[in-house]
Structures are given as structure tokens and as C-alpha cells.
């Protein structure tokens, strides 16, 4: 069973940075894509980041240049470096793999960002 456990959310300022984690317990491929979603307050899920085997990363228009998507295949671990944190960057954060067809995620962790 794939199980999916996120970690380094919590309150910053903003302008300042925090590193997400997700550890991917089960039997996944490198060429699995992984990645985060975030839902803020009254919102719907939206992607905000993914990374494939190839290297080809997405983001969001609102994060890219901000935010860093990078994983650890060894560790089965995906990570979500972010930096220059605003107010509206304010989500929950859940990450997620994709194995033949069928997506699992993590459940959630919440980034506060002050102003």
C-alpha cells in the first residue's frame, strides 16, 4: 500500500522560505511522477508544482521562480523548496505520486504566511 507523508509546514513571515517533504512509503519508479497541489481557505486544489523522470518540471505561473521542486529517488522522497513566501502562498499543501493510472496523496500540510 503507498502512503504518503508530508512534512515542514507552519507559520513564516512573509519574504521568508520553507521546505516541504513528502516520503513515499511502497514500491514507486523514479519515472512516477510526483508533485504538490495547495488549497487555500474557501478554494479549490490547484497544481503548483510536479517533476517527472525526464526533468520536465512544472509550475504554476503564481510560484514559478519562487518555489523548487526536486526529489530524492533513493528516499522516495519529493521536496518543495519555497522561497519569497507571500501572504497569498497561504495553503494547505498536499503532495502526490501517480502509479499506473491511479494518484495518491498525502494529507496535507498547512504554510501559514504572515504579513
Known amino acids: 500500500q503507498v502512503q504518503l507523508v508530508e512534512s515542514g509546514g507552519g507559520l513564516v513571515q512573509a519574504g521568508g522560505t520553507r521546505r516541504l517533504s513528502c516520503v513515499v512509503s511502497?514500491?514507486?519508479?523514479?519515472?512516477?511522477?510526483m508533485g504538490w497541489f495547495r488549497q487555500p481557505p474557501g478554494n479549490q486544489r490547484k497544481l503548483v508544482a510536479s517533476i517527472n523522470s525526464g526533468g520536465g518540471n512544472y509550475y504554476a505561473d503564481s510560484v514559478r521562480d519562487r518555489f523548487t521542486i526536486s526529489r530524492d529517488n533513493a528516499k522516495n522522497t519529493v521536496y518543495l523548496q519555497m522561497n519569497s513566501l507571500k501572504p497569498e502562498d497561504t495553503a494547505v499543501y498536499y503532495c502526490f505520486v501517480d502509479i499506473l493510472g491511479s494518484r495518491y496523496w498525502g494529507q496535507g500540510t498547512q504554510v501559514t504566511v504572515s504579513s
Open positions: 511502497g514500491s514507486i519508479l523514479s519515472t512516477n511522477p
